[in-house]
Structure formats: C-alpha cells, structure tokens
C-alpha cells in the first residue's frame, strides 16, 4: 500500500508535529517502505483470535481495590518546579487575539 | 595510584562488596576509582550524559559512616552504579537523551532508584541512550553516540548502550537499564556482558519514563550472572504504585547460583536458526547448545511459528503506545518550549518539531497511523491479536522445555552509521528480543565468545514467566563452566 504526502500532512497534524517539505519528502518514502513491512501483520491470521492488550493484566473487581486514604505527596512548588516561568499560572502566548 | 584505581574497578559487585565489609576498601576509595576511570574515558566513548561526581562522593561518605562499626552490611552497600536516563532521579537530570528533556529534574525518585538507595548503592550518573529508548544503536541520543568499548568505530547496541558500554568499559560496577523491545540484552550482547530482562511486572515501572508501558520493563546489566542476581534481589518486588506491578513473593534469586542444568530441557526454536542469522554467531550458539548437553542437560528443537510477525507487530504496538505516552511533551508543564509561536496549537507543534528527534517522531506518526480511523482495526488490533498468537507459541513451547536458547542479535556490533539509513533494517535486528516483550516473559542475554573480529557474540535465555531463577541457574552454570562472562577485557 503506498501512502501519500497528503496522508503523512494529515497524520502530522494528528500528532502535533510540523515537518519541512525536504522533511516530508524523505518521510513519506520511508514511511511507505515502512507501512509496507508492518503490513506483512495481515498474512499473519485471518479473524476470529482474540486480542490480547497486555500480558500482565489482571481483572481487578471493585471489591479488589485499595480504599481512598490520604497519602503523602509531593508539595505543589516541587511538582511544578519544572513549569518554564511559572508565577501560579501556567503562561502562554495569547491563542485568542 | 592509578594502577590501583584499574584494579578496583574491575572488580564484580559481589567481589568489591566482600572487600568493602571486610574494610580491605572504603566506598569513598571505590566511588574515587569509578570517577576518576569516568573521566579517562567517558570523553571517548560517551557513556554518561550526567556524572554526579559531588553527589557520589556525599553518597560514598554517608554510606561508608553507615558502615562503619556494623557487622550487617547490604550485599550491595557501598557499590558503584550507572542508571540509563530515562529511570527518574530526584534533583538530578533526566534527559531521556532527547533535547525535550534536556531541562528535566524530577521532583522524585523512581521506585528503582528508592530501593538502590535503601541498599546504600552509590550513583555515579545517568547513561546514554537512544532517544526515549528508540533505538537499538545508540546514534539516536541528542548528545553524542556511544562508542563500543571493543572498538570505537561500533556501535554499543541499544537503547541502554550507555549501560552496557559503562559496564563493559568499567566505568561502572552495574547499571540498570529498559527493555522494551531488546534494548537491555541487544547492547549487553554487542558489549560482552550480562544483561537480564525481568518479566512484565516484575521490576516496578513507577519513575521509569514511559515509551511503551505494556512492553517497558528495567533490568540490571552486570559484568557476569552472580551479580546480576544480586542486582535482582534489589529490584524485583511488588509496588502499589506501579498497578501492572505482579504481588507474588519474589525469590531469593542467589540461591540459584548453582552449577548445575542435569535434566533441564533447553530448546532451540528453529525460526532462530534462519537466514538473516550470521554464520559465527550461530556457530557460537550452536557450541552453546552442545556445551549444555554436556553438562547434562537436554537438547531439544522446538517451533514459534508466529516468530515472523514478531517484528511488525512489536513496531506497530509499541509506537501506538509511544504516541499516545509522548502526547504529554507540548511544552507546557515541564521540558522543552519552543521560543516563538503564535497561537496554543503552534507553540504544541514546534515545539514537539523542535524537541523530538527524527526517530522519535517517525515512532509518533507510524503509532498515529495504526492507531488513526480506517486503519486502527488492521494494524493496532491485527497487532494485539498476533500478540496473542506469539504468546500461545510460547506457551505451547514451555509444555515441552524449560527455557529457550537462541541468539541475542543475528549480528555482533555493526559500524557507527552502517544503518542509520535504513530505518527497517535497523528494526529487523530486533528480530530475537521483540517477542520476548510482546509475551511478557523473562530473558538473559550473556557472553559466548567472540566473532573472527574480536567481538563479544551474546546468546539468550528465555524463560517462563516470573522463572528468572531458572535463567540464573543456566546462565550461571554456562558461565562457570567457560569463565565467559565477568571478563570484560576490551582493551582499554
């Protein structure tokens, strides 16, 4: 299945992530060898198995679950320690003019 | 001095730990040598991003002054240590090797790191790796590529090549890395040491920053297997903060430090022996395999049928999860900003541009793509299914053997730059540890010798699932036999 630029634009717009026309270029051939490979998933089987997400996973019922106490946490201040320029907001550009 | 320094840091954990409570060394001597190997050669081959020389140095005296006068001492008190730069540290750096974090002090430890500390481990810093753990080189780290100790010119394998290469290069006693697809036993495997990767919940995730959270997992790497069950005992363990964490009761993992394999049944997946697989590095296995018989144990060729699927499926899983773990990096409440934008979405859109690297965002656009609309049930969940059907291979496989033994690598460590241009054929040397992942299970990469170039050929155990005892005993068992592991003598 060969993918078009105009699909990878869109997907690029999906994931919030900007390229340059040269960028995209040298993606959108990558990318088709790519989607070429993962492809090959579909000889793999036809229907019916079921899915499995995560090997680990186990059914947790509401009587399994821990009751909501209180525990110790981080103050606020080291939480956001890494927020560039924080004053009590988070500060961005106007969106809105 | 020097010469001394040299001899202290090739000491195993287990050696060093003996020295320290029998007060032949001080953990200040110890953490000193480590630093001052850290600074000989860690220009050259680029393994740590951060080196936290002062903090060390603090750590080894607190640790010394605990020591001091007490007769009960940690097995692992006072030992040296590297952590790949994804586990979260508090107040110290972690970059993920990607410019995004470049900025990033976490404001907590990762659970990992917790249980370290409470063992009086000393950390020396924060290892290189591919960016948010994509990689299976190490040329995809923001900061520099690590170099192979064996030679300067290969590359360390990946992601954790910083770990394996520090280990290797004896700029630190262990390290702990993650593995999501390879990158602990790949890079262990390139740098001739011991790499393990715990199953699926077994090492608590919490701290350790998410690439793929159904496949992520940390594990030890260590100069031979005696430490890296000594690495185990500290890691492993249920944690409520981590809910994929499995509450079973985790073993004493030395106590399978036995040489010993009469009647274990080893099996050889014959979809491991294809083309694709170099000739010595399946001559090294085969050797492997025979040794083995001839400590007593057995022999037997067995199927994985869906081993074909591994790889696409393991890619289109893994960066769905990656998309969707790495929509939190829009440079507003920590990392990266972008300086210039005019509007919310712009300042989101360069800066995820600005900040991720090119195989990075190659991941988030193929994990968008199987997961988008009208291709979502051909991709995404055809994946999930053929996870299933790897996982009942494997099942099907433990009715018959005990563990499986195969390559780690189809290849041994290949040149800086000989695959950076083809993204697949860098994903198709993934083709013996992806499956691993996708089935949750356990596995042990360890030294078997070297190829016609003098470079570390790995080979690779798998286990059942919580079954790493049986592993260690393999490993160890191979290990005591051929004096192949616990040396690693590149050269510098």
Redesign the interface.
Same mark, same amino acid.
């Given at each position: 299945m060969s993918i078009s630029k105009t699909e990878?634009e869109k997907?690029?717009k999906?994931?919030?992530? &900007?390229?340059s026309d040269e960028e995209l270029e040298r993606?959108t051939a990558?990318?088709d060898?790519?989607?070429a490979?993962?492809?090959?998933?579909?000889q &793999?089987?036809e229907g019916g198995?079921?899915?499995? %997400?995560?090997?680990?996973? %186990?059914m947790v019922s509401f009587d399994d679950l %821990?009751a909501d106490e209180v525990m110790p946490s981080?103050p606020n201040e080291?939480?956001l320690?890494?927020?560039?320029g924080y004053n009590g907001f988070?500060s961005?550009?106007r &969106?809105k003019k | 001095m020097e010469g001394s320094f040299l001899e202290l840091t090739k000491l195993t954990a287990l050696m060093a730990a003996e020295k320290i409570r029998k007060r032949e060394i001080s953990v200040i001597e110890l953490t000193n040598a480590y630093l001052a190997r850290i600074d000989e050669l860690n220009g050259a081959i680029g393994a740590y991003i951060t080196v936290c020389a002062e903090q060390a140095l603090r750590q080894a005296e607190s640790v010394q002054k605990k020591l001091d006068g007490r007769e009960n001492i940690l097995p692992l008190a006072g030992i040296p240590a590297g952590i790949k730069d994804n586990i979260c540290t508090r107040d110290v750096k972690t970059t993920c090797a990607s410019k995004m974090l470049d900025n990033f002090f976490p404001p907590y430890d990762a659970a990992v790191i917790e249980k370290l500390s409470e063992s009086n481990v000393v950390i020396l810093g924060k290892l290189n790796m591919d960016e948010f753990a994509m990689g299976s080189s190490n040329e995809n780290s923001w900061y520099m590529p690590v170099k192979n100790p064996w030679d300067h010119e290969r590359v360390p394998g990946g992601s954790s090549g910083g770990a394996a290469a520090a280990v290797a290069s004896h700029m630190s006693c262990f390290a702990l890395g993650s593995d999501t697809g390879g990158s602990i036993r790949q890079p262990a495997s390139f740098c001739g040491v011991v790499g393990l990767k715990p199953t699926y919940g077994a090492v608590s995730r919490f701290g350790l920053i998410a690439f793929a959270s159904s496949l992520d997992q940390i594990g030890p790497i260590t100069r031979d297997v005696a430490d890296c069950a000594l690495v185990m005992n500290v890691i492993a363990g249920h944690d409520p903060l981590d809910s994929t964490s499995v509450d079973i009761e985790y073993p004493d993992y030395t106590t399978f430090l036995k040489n010993d394999v009469k009647g274990l049944k080893i099996g050889l997946p014959k979809e491991y022996f294809g083309s694709g697989l170099h000739e010595e590095v399946k001559a090294k296995i085969l050797d492997a395999a025979k040794a083995y018989e001839s400590y007593g144990a057995i022999i037997e060729e067995i199927s994985l049928p869906f081993t074909e699927y591994a790889i696409p499926a393991y890619y289109i899983i893994s960066s769905a999860e990656a998309s969707s773990n790495l929509a939190r990096y829009d440079g507003i409440k920590y990392g990266y900003r972008a300086k210039e934008y005019s509007d919310i979405i712009d300042l989101y859109k360069k800066t995820r541009s600005e900040g991720f690297g090119t195989e990075v965002k190659r991941r988030i656009m193929l994990g968008t793509y199987a997961l988008s609309s009208g291709y979502y049930d051909a991709y995404y969940k055809k994946a999930l299914k053929v996870r299933r059907l790897i996982f009942e291979d494997f099942q099907k496989a433990y009715q018959k053997v005990d563990v499986i033994l195969g390559p780690t690598s189809p290849v041994t460590a290949f040149k800086i730059g000989e695959k950076t241009a083809n993204p697949l054929e860098m994903y198709l040397s993934d083709v013996y540890t992806v499956s691993v992942n996708i089935a949750g299970l356990c596995a042990i990469s360890l030294p078997c010798g070297f190829d016609s170039k003098g470079l570390p050929v790995g080979m690779q155990l798998i286990g059942k699932p919580f079954d790493e005892g049986t592993l260690i005993r393999a490993a160890y068992t191979y290990e005591s036999n051929t004096g192949k592991s616990g040396v690693t003598n590149c050269g510098i």
């Open positions: 990878i997907l690029a999906l994931a919030k992530l &900007s390229f993606f990558e990318f060898e790519i989607i490979f993962a492809d090959t998933i579909n &793999s089987i198995t079921e899915e499995i %997400r995560n090997v680990g996973a %186990r %821990r981080l080291k939480i320690s890494n927020v560039e988070f961005v550009e &969106s | -």
